[in-house]
Structure formats: C-alpha cells, structure tokens
C-alpha cells in the first residue's frame, strides 16, 4: 500500500471541523451568489497590515561555511539558540532541487527535501558532517521524486470530487456576527483564545461588509495561519559536535519513544552514527520498547540495570558515543510529571552528567507534545520550559485528532522551533512541520 494513500485514511480531523464549521457559518446568513456561478478563485488579498505575530529572534544570514583548517581545540558546539537559523533566502518551493553538490551530501534516494533547509550549521563545520540533507527529515521513504508538501498530499486535496460547474457560491458579508463564529470555530479547534482572536482580528481587517465564500474565508484563514506557523518551522538543527547529544523529554506516553526511533532511522539512513540511551531506568517496559525501535532503526540502545541512576547511563553512554565517534546521542528520559520535583532534578542532573564530558551538551532538548492532548500541550510547553531548556518541539499523533490547532496556538505564544510532526505509528511516519501543508490541511483550503 503506497505511503500516501495509508496515510490518506488517517485524516486530520481538524480540518473537517473547521470545514464543516465553516459551511455552517457561511450558509447562516449567506446567500447564493448569481453572478459568480462556479467554482470562484479564492479573494485572497492579504490583510492591510495584520497585527505583528511574536517572533523568534530576527534570522541572521548563515555563515558561510567555509572550510578551515582543523583547529587544535574545535569551540563547543554552540547552543541551538544562539545559532542563527539558516535563512533560505526567497522562499524555494518544495521541488526546487538542493543547492550546490558540495553542499548536498549523499542521501538515501528515498529523501525528500525539506520544504525549507534550515539548517543551522556551525561556520567550523568539518567536512565529514553533511551539512545540506540529515538535518532534514525525510518524509517518504517509500516515494522517491515526491516532492510535494507532506500534508498537503496526505489529504489528497487535488482528489476532491470537482464542484458542478454551475453550482452556486454561497456568500456571507462579513459582520461582527460572522467574525465570532469565526472566533468560536477556531476555539473549538483548539487554537485557544488569543490566537483565535487575532487570526479572526487580521482575517476581518479591511474586510468588513465583503461578502464572502467558504473558499476565500479558508484561503484567508491558511494565509493567516501559515504566517503564524513559518517562524517556527525548523528542523532540528545539526552541530559538528561529536556526539551531538539530544535530549528528549514529554511527559508519559507523548510519544518520546517512538519519535527517538523514527528520528533515529531516518538520520542513521542520511548516514550519521547514532547511539540511544534508555534514560527511563525505572520502568522496564520503557527500556524494553526502546531496544525493539533500536533493533527497528538499526541503532544500538544503551540500557541500564532498573533502578539505576539515568545519569549514571548517561555519563556512560556519553563515553561510549565519545569512543565510537558517534555523530548523535539520543537520550529518552521519564515523563513522572506527577514527581515533578523528582523529574526536575533528575533532569539537571542528567545535565549535570553530560556536562562533565561536554559543557555544551545537550545541543538539543526536544519536548514530545501528543498533538489529542489539546489545549494541555501549553501547560506541558510551560512545565517542561521550567524543568528543561526546552530547544524544539515534535508534535505526536497529529493523525486522527480533532486538536491540531493547538500547534497554532503554541507557535503564537512560544515560538519554539517545531522541528517535525509525527502522523503515524510506523517508523517512516515522522515529516517536517511544512506551515503552508499545515495550514491548508488544517482549514481545508485548496492548494
Ligand atoms: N497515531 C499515532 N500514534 C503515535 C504517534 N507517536 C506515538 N504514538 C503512539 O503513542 C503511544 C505512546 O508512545 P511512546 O513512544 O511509547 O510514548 P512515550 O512518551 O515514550 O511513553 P513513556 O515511555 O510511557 O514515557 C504508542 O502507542 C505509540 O505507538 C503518532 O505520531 N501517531
């Protein structure tokens, strides 16, 4: 079964809602419009000046990475957040091929490019360190030369039924009445209430009295959230530190486990050596299921005996990845948020550790977030932010659940970096965050 068609079945419930949402709306108060039978283009003329989004700190221009000399003692690889992400100049589209050879290492032919390379590469980068494809998540390893956005495929929106040639438009004028429906369907799409008020505030901005179709509010509501979503848009960025330690916390069931197995795969497939310690000593099962996604990624899984101290596994597997030369250490942790306070200095200590063998590490500090948990995904970000120098998010489980537009909400009020998405249960069902796929999939606007 191909992978898009699988993933196909699994629809991202949000967008239903929001369109079935949005028909009701329009349909209440709208009328058929006679002179524009058909199906219209989309009125999507941007909004006079929509309030500023928060954003993270201003992209620098990537340094060039040029090729130095090995220096007798390479500085720490630096923190994630004080590399600048890499500006991609004028937006490439998804099929725009990578750049120069040299800057492309050899990839599995199963790659697909990231929508948007951002990777944050240090200007010392060594030349065995690809520099242009691991940090991108692939996407479909059974599709090779798909090029196209992730989501905007997995809905097959170019599959939709045509609409009769001659049925006609339902338009509403756009009123303070129509602008709280907005409001509230967004709401109950889990955007929370201050996105949802400013996404409505911008879309309804010099647009008062329009009349309006089903497809232009959607178009006008993907442009909007498209624009709130690109700043966070990152792939995890890769260092030339060796090993790259990544940090992965969440709370129980978030989906760390999976998403170090998925992430595992993919970057050993882009040819980086990785290694996985089994950071959740205390619960057997959590060990257990990490050596069967080690044995399924190819990756070898340190462990510990129950009970023993995750630093103490972490400090070894840092000495271990240090003697093999590993390009990545991937540690899981627990996820006991009800011992918050145990988890929290279990957490620094772990850091403490890995501290001692390398003061720059954990390069990466993943939060998992499980897309169903809604609105909780914020308070989660808020907690882990306090036990956890947080770096980026991977949002689990965003097939099949009605609360995606959380993800909105968290771009609006935090700005980590959302480094991919994971839709599925098997190993290829990782994808990077594609905020244009996101958004149409998420209001249901056509491409
Ligand atoms: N549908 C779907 N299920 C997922 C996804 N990611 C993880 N899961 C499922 O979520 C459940 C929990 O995932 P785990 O990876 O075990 O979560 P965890 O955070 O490691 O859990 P603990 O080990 O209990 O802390 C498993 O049944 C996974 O198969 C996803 O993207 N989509």
């Given at each position: 079964?191909?992978?898009?068609?699988?993933?196909?079945?699994?629809?991202?419930?949000?967008?239903?809602?929001?369109?079935?949402?949005?028909?009701?709306?329009?349909?209440?108060?709208?009328?058929?419009?006679?002179?524009?039978?058909?199906?219209?283009?989309?009125?999507?003329?941007?909004?006079?000046?929509?309030?500023?989004?928060?954003?993270?700190?201003?992209?620098?221009?990537?340094?060039?990475?040029?090729?130095?000399?090995?220096?007798?003692?390479?500085?720490?690889?630096?923190?994630?957040?004080?590399?600048?992400?890499?500006?991609?100049?004028?937006?490439?589209?998804p099929?725009?091929?990578?750049?120069?050879?040299?800057?492309?290492?050899?990839?599995?032919?199963?790659?697909v490019p990231a929508p948007a390379?951002q990777?944050?590469?240090?200007?010392?980068?060594?030349?065995?360190?690809?520099?242009?494809?691991?940090n991108e998540i692939p996407t479909?390893?059974?599709?090779?030369?798909?090029?196209?956005g992730f989501?905007?495929?997995?809905?097959?929106?170019?599959?939709?039924?045509?609409?009769?040639?001659?049925?006609?438009?339902?338009?509403?004028?756009?009123?303070?009445?129509?602008?709280?429906?907005?409001?509230?369907?967004?709401?109950?799409?889990?955007?929370?209430?201050?996105?949802?008020?400013?996404?409505?505030?911008?879309?309804?901005?010099?647009?008062?009295?329009?009349?309006?179709?089903?497809?232009?509010?959607?178009?006008?509501?993907?442009?909007?959230?498209?624009?709130?979503?690109?700043?966070?848009a990152r792939p995890m960025?890769?260092?030339?530190?060796?090993?790259?330690?990544?940090?992965?916390?969440?709370?129980?069931?978030?989906?760390?486990?999976?998403?170090?197995?998925?992430?595992?795969?993919?970057?050993?497939?882009?040819?980086?050596?990785?290694?996985?310690?089994?950071?959740?000593?205390?619960?057997?099962?959590?060990?257990?299921?990490?050596?069967?996604?080690?044995?399924?990624?190819?990756?070898?899984?340190?462990?510990?005996?129950?009970?023993?101290?995750?630093?103490?596994?972490?400090?070894?597997?840092?000495?271990?990845?240090?003697?093999?030369?590993?390009?990545?250490?991937?540690?899981?942790?627990?996820?006991?948020?009800?011992?918050?306070?145990?988890?929290?200095?279990?957490?620094?200590?772990?850091?403490?550790?890995?501290?001692?063998?390398?003061?720059?590490?954990?390069?990466?500090?993943?939060?998992?977030?499980?897309?169903?948990?809604?609105?909780?995904?914020?308070?989660?970000?808020?907690?882990?932010?306090?036990?956890?120098?947080?770096?980026?998010?991977?949002?689990?489980?965003?097939?099949?659940?009605?609360?995606?537009?959380?993800?909105?909400?968290?771009?609006?009020?935090?700005?980590?970096?959302i480094h991919a998405i994971?839709?599925?249960?098997?190993?290829?069902?990782l994808a990077p965050f594609d905020?244009?796929d996101?958004?149409?999939?998420?209001?249901?606007?056509?491409?």
């Open positions: 079964m191909a992978f898009f068609s699988k993933l196909k079945d699994r629809l991202f419930k949000s967008s239903s809602k929001i369109e079935e949402g949005l028909d009701a709306i329009v349909e209440e108060g709208g009328s058929a419009d006679p002179e524009t039978p058909g199906t219209p283009g989309p009125d999507i003329t941007p909004p006079a000046e929509p309030d500023p989004v928060p954003q993270p700190p201003d992209p620098q221009p990537e340094p060039e990475p040029t090729p130095v000399p090995p220096a007798p003692e390479p500085d720490p690889a630096p923190r994630p957040d004080e590399v600048p992400p890499n500006d991609p100049g004028p937006t490439p589209g099929d725009i091929p990578a750049p120069g050879p040299e800057e492309v290492p050899a990839s599995p032919p199963d790659f390379p990777e944050a590469p240090a200007p010392d980068l060594p030349q065995e360190i690809p520099t242009g494809t691991p479909n390893p059974g599709n090779p030369g798909r090029t196209t989501l905007g495929r997995l809905f097959g929106r170019e599959e939709a039924p045509a609409r009769a040639p001659a049925a006609p438009v339902v338009r509403r004028a756009l009123d303070d009445d129509m602008v709280e429906q907005l409001e509230e369907l967004l709401i109950a799409a889990d955007m929370g209430v201050d996105t949802a008020l400013r996404v409505t505030s911008n879309l309804a901005e010099g647009r008062m009295g329009r009349r309006m179709s089903v497809a232009e509010i959607k178009g006008l509501l993907a442009a909007e959230i498209s624009r709130i979503m690109e700043p966070v960025p890769l260092y030339p530190r060796k090993p790259q330690v990544v940090l992965v916390v969440g709370v129980n069931g978030s989906g760390k486990t999976t998403t170090i197995g998925k992430l595992a795969s993919q970057f050993n497939a882009a040819g980086k050596k990785v290694i996985i310690a089994a950071g959740d000593t205390f619960r057997a099962a959590a060990v257990e299921q990490l050596q069967v996604w080690g044995d399924r990624a190819g990756v070898p899984v340190m462990k510990a005996d129950q009970g023993t101290d995750p630093a103490s596994l972490a400090f070894d597997a840092m000495t271990r990845a240090e003697a093999e030369g590993a390009d990545l250490l991937m540690i899981d942790t627990a996820g006991r948020l009800q011992n918050r306070q145990d988890l929290m200095e279990e957490l620094a200590k772990i850091v403490r550790v890995i501290r001692k063998k390398d003061p720059s590490a954990p390069h990466n500090t993943l939060l998992v977030l499980d897309a169903t948990t809604g609105q909780n995904a914020l308070s989660q970000v808020e907690t882990f932010r306090k036990l956890a120098d947080v770096s980026g998010l991977v949002m689990t489980k965003l097939d099949g659940t009605a609360k995606g537009g959380v993800l909105v909400a968290l771009a609006d009020k935090f700005g980590l970096p994971g839709v599925g249960e098997q190993i290829d069902d905020p244009e996101f958004a149409r999939a998420l209001t249901g606007a056509e491409a």
